[in-house]
């Protein structure tokens, strides 16, 4: 099985300034990585993806994360924030040989002051 | 427009009386899902579907069931709720397990 662990529960961050939101996994197999965004009353959509390749990913509103297979993290990073980031962001792991579960961490709510 | 559709939104109930969330996509995907999210842990998936009538249990499955009669549609029952699975539940949709999960607006249940 996987297992994700996101260190902080809640990050507060001025505006325009830069953030990184850390996820770590646990796997015996390789994976596929994934961040999720969570905005206020909604569901969730993906910011980003790990499949292979390059190791870093950019996704949607400025967000990229890095894929260090030693470290078995995946860090989300902005290097400028807004106040409509302001939301609760989700990690996730699925396995690679064909078992097909999701697994998600615990989640990392960024609240960011003007 | 592509969507996930969840029924009802808002649902309060009392312990032992059987109730099924509906989940239907209109995107043609086989890959399905059904999680719970609850402060503090994350979302926490429940049963998965790859394609009609081929349906898994994720990791926490006691007390639901599911169904994949068409591709379309993956309800959720409870057969008799109890309060600890008063939360939200959230049902998602794709093409294939690596691929994007398209998330349903959520249904809040209350057991009492």
């Known amino acids: 099985a996987q297992s994700v662990t996101q260190l902080d529960s809640q990050v507060p961050v001025f505006e325009e300034a830069p953030v990184e939101l850390r996820c770590n996994y646990s796997?015996?197999?390789?994976?596929?990585l994934f961040w999720y965004v969570q905005y206020p009353n909604q569901g969730l959509q993906l910011l980003l993806k790990?499949?292979?390749?390059?190791?870093l990913v950019k996704g949607i509103n400025g967000f990229e994360a890095e894929f260090n297979k030693s470290q078995t993290s995946f860090h989300l990073r902005k290097p400028s924030v807004h106040i409509s980031d302001t939301a609760e962001y989700f990690c996730?792991?699925?396995?690679?040989?064909?078992?097909?579960?999701?697994?998600f961490g615990s989640g990392t709510k960024l609240n960011v002051k003007p | 427009e592509a969507q996930v559709t969840q029924n009802p939104r808002y649902l309060i109930t009392v312990t032992g009386k059987k109730l099924t969330v509906t989940c239907s996509q209109n995107?043609?995907?086989?890959?399905m899902s059904w999680y719970r999210q609850d402060p503090g842990l994350g979302l926490r998936q429940i049963y998965y579907?790859?394609?009609?009538?081929?349906?898994d249990k994720g990791d926490v499955p006691e007390g639901y069931k599911v169904s994949r009669k068409e591709k379309r549609n993956f309800p959720l029952i409870l057969e008799s709720p109890s309060p600890n699975q008063t939360s939200l539940y959230f049902c998602?949709?794709?093409?294939?397990?690596?691929?994007?999960?398209?998330f349903g607006p959520g249904t809040r249940l209350l057991v009492l």
């Open positions: 998602a949709s794709s093409r294939m397990v690596r691929e994007t999960q398209y």
């Open positions: 796997s015996s197999v390789s994976v596929y």
């Open positions: 790990y499949l292979s390749g390059s190791t």
């Open positions: 996730a792991v699925s396995a690679r040989n064909g078992f097909n579960k999701f697994y």
């Open positions: 995107m043609n995907h086989e890959y």
């Open positions: 579907s790859m394609n009609v009538e081929v349906t």
